[in-house]
């Protein structure tokens, strides 16, 4: 996929979940009412990107996926997923622990997002994912910490 390409496009089917092989991509929603984009999911190399709730459940993607690089991915549709897991069980298993690992980020970005203040939010967004700090555009990064692109210059300069 080309640089500035989109993956998913809001409102549209999603019919496979990819595995990135090379690139780095934004999930994020749109607000209808104001335009405003709010940044909700970043993925690089060895990560999995979807609507997971638009491709489990068959319905019109809620979100959008852009490719902020040039990427390669690999797309899995549900159909081959469960065709995959029930004839190998280590499959099953590496979702099993992708998906547990992925809850706990989440547990762990809805934590801070709650109690932290955007000095919180940043430093541990640059100690989770230091790889994303030079690929991703601060603008990005702001909106995925709920916080002005001001602070997030305030920040990385301090």
Not at 120 to 128: A, P, S, T, V
Request: charged share 25%; net charge positive.
């Amino acid at each position: 996929m080309k640089k500035h390409s989109s993956l998913v496009t809001m409102g549209e089917q999603v019919k496979y979940e990819y595995f990135v092989i090379k690139g780095c991509l934004r999930a994020y929603m749109t607000d209808p009412e104001t335009g405003k984009e709010f940044t909700y999911q970043f993925a690089v190399e060895n990560w999995w990107i979807s609507d997971r709730e638009a491709f489990l459940r068959n319905l019109p993607a809620t979100i959008t996926i852009d490719c902020l690089e040039p990427c390669e991915l690999l797309g899995i549709t549900l159909q081959n997923r469960q065709k995959l897991g029930v004839e190998i069980w280590k499959y099953e298993h590496y979702l099993n622990v992708k998906a547990n690992f992925g809850y706990v980020a989440l547990q762990k970005r809805l934590q801070i997002m709650i109690s932290g203040n955007a000095k919180q939010r940043y430093e541990q967004f640059i100690n989770q994912y230091p790889q994303l700090l030079n690929r991703v555009p601060k603008q990005f990064v702001a909106s995925y910490l709920g916080v002005s692109r001001e602070t997030i210059s305030r920040l990385y300069r301090g």
